[in-house]
């Protein structure tokens, strides 16, 4: 039977000469376009405590606006990224690239300027408009310009240019919030935005799929209905610390249904967004579920560290943003090396071992508590990292490499996708979590309150200190109380989401391809066979 794996073998060189002597300066135009992408999420996490502080610092966003600030970004990336990748495949990888650039810097500058946490959730969104279309069009195009044997190289670069974007967010957002208001964060990606169309308007090449789909109206429409359904289910549960409730229930319900009826029309679909049968490609399947699975425990966890290291252990955003700089610095280091590992221990033993290892990193934050040493976080930030880089290698080189180089659009699409919709219901679950377990810790703490102040006290740390610091004296009790609450419920957070990653592990061991064949087999046999003749 064939699988989709095989039409990507090899024909010869296909790249131009002329694209192929230019293809690392155009790799560093294509990273920088990554980069404002990933380096928007990073620089939001350090801000999500300044947003969430009252007018003028901040918004006064509470916990569950915060998540949809992050979550309109990432539901409206996850949901077009399906159409993002046929269409660039289409009319042209470096069309689309350079719409979308435009379109997320318009949304950056608007989001610096809104006035309200409505208003952030809806520039968020235009933003996620925008780098729905950037971000598979970058590795589309990598694919493109790189000839096969080059590609896990290449792809090593491109995602050790994910852990520069994480290192530079956090302090960027630090240095800026120290000096500028928390706008700042986003208006940062205008001019990187101008740099990135001036340097692809002049280096790169367009490409595209010589026999493209149609666009998928109807396959788009459930799918961002189907997610938006069931994430604010998941986030509306959270908020309310009650899982059972009827309307929560119901969305979530809803949610799924739909999203069942997208995989139903998308298999009987004869120009689907997503064609179910490269699924049947078990390792295929294996690393889009190991991507999914690893962003869905890493963004919950970024999400509960912030409050703990600047809320709990009161650092500034900026040391916020260095203390995540050993995440960030082991991925630079570790990404573009993990494809020799790979080499030599294949791609099963490595990403299982990857998932191991973040597996255990947030089980430790269960162990964290108000007066650790700081150098503990530190130790099991690089890990996480280094755990992180011998993922993310060798499961995009097993997706980019499963589907042929026609279809690199739609292959970059769904590893994006995953990845977005994992790293999104890690926010929301794990954040509804923290909430839930939040809200149950510090409940019996709050009866001296009055009673109109009671469920906002509960739904936050941030929210409960807030309070505490307007009754003065009273409320010193409060804090203590407060810190202990949130401790136990980062604990509970960090274990479901160590549960997550074991998973992942469990699934890529048994499914990811093992040890590739030995390089040195293939000139043997030539040698035998010139000896025979």
């Known amino acids: ?8 073998a090899p024909t010869g060189p296909r790249v131009p000469e002329a694209v192929h002597r230019r293809r690392w300066a155009i790799l560093g135009v294509l990273m920088l376009s990554l980069l404002i992408v990933v380096l928007d999420n990073s620089i939001l996490n350090v801000a999500i405590k300044t947003i969430s502080t009252p007018a003028p610092t901040g918004l006064g966003a509470t916990q569950s606006e915060l998540e949809w600030a992050i979550n309109a970004y990432t539901l409206v990336f996850a949901g077009l990224l399906f159409t993002a990748g046929l269409l660039g495949d289409r009319v042209g990888r470096k069309k689309v690239l350079i719409g979308g650039l435009a379109v997320f810097g318009i949304g950056s500058a608007l989001a610096a300027f809104s006035g309200s946490p409505g208003e952030l959730i809806t520039f968020r969104a235009v933003m996620g408009l925008g780098a729905a279309f950037v971000m598979p069009a970058t590795l589309a ?8 044997e080059e590609q896990p190289k290449a792809i090593g670069v491109w995602a050790g240019g994910v852990g520069l974007a994480i290192a530079i967010g956090p302090i960027t957002g630090g240095v800026l919030l120290e000096h500028f208001w928390w706008g700042s964060v986003f208006l940062v990606n205008v001019p990187i935005v101008l740099l990135g169309l001036a340097l692809m308007l002049w280096l790169v090449p367009d490409s595209r799929d010589p026999n493209p789909g149609r666009i998928d109206p109807v396959g788009v429409v ?4 189907g997610l938006v359904l069931l ?8 908020q309310l610390a009650d899982f059972t409730d009827a309307t929560v229930l119901a969305t979530i319900g809803a ?13 009987r679909s004869d120009h689907p967004s997503i064609d179910v049968t490269y699924f049947r490609n078990k390792a295929f399947s294996a690393a889009i579920a190991a991507i999914a699975l690893v962003f869905f425990a890493l963004m919950g966890v970024t999400f509960f560290s912030v409050f703990y290291t600047q809320s709990v252990r009161g650092y500034s955003a900026l040391q916020t943003g260095l203390l995540m700089l050993p995440l960030a610095a082991a991925q630079l280091i570790f990404a573009p090396r993990a494809r020799l590992v790979v080499d030599r221990f294949g791609n099963k033993a490595t990403t299982t071992a990857g998932l191991l290892v973040i597996a255990a990193m947030l089980a430790a934050f269960a162990v964290l508590d108000a007066d650790t040493p700081i150098w503990i976080l530190e130790v099991i930030f690089f890990l996480m990292g280094t755990g992180m880089a011998h993922i993310m290698t060798p499961v995009s080189v097993v ?3 499963a589907l042929p180089r026609e279809k690199a659009g739609s292959a970059s699409a769904l590893s994006n996708t995953f990845r977005q919709v994992g790293g999104a219901l890690g926010i929301a679950v794990l954040g509804s979590v923290l909430s839930t377990a939040y809200r149950t810790g510090i409940e019996d703490k709050l009866g001296a309150l009055p009673p109109a102040l009671r469920h906002p006290a509960g739904e936050s740390i941030e929210a409960t200190l807030g309070i505490a610091d307007r009754l003065g004296p009273q409320g010193e009790s409060l804090v203590t109380s407060a810190y202990d609450a949130f401790l136990h419920a980062m604990h509970v957070t960090a274990l479901w989401g160590a549960g997550v990653a074991l998973i992942g592990a469990v699934v890529v061991a048994l499914f990811l391809p093992g040890r590739p064949p030995s390089p040195q087999r293939a000139p043997e046999e030539d040698e035998l066979s010139h000896t025979g003749s």
Request: without cysteine; glycine residues 10%; charged residues 15%.
């Open 1 to 8: 039977m064939t699988t989709p794996a095989d039409p990507a």
């Open 141 to 148: 195009v990598l694919m493109n310009v790189f000839e096969r």
């Open 222 to 225: 459930l799918s961002v209905v």
């Open 231 to 238: 994430v604010y289910g998941i986030i509306k549960g959270g």
């Open 255 to 267: 949610g799924l249904a739909v999203l069942v009826a997208f995989v139903v029309f998308e298999k």
């Open 399 to 401: 997706i980019m490499q």
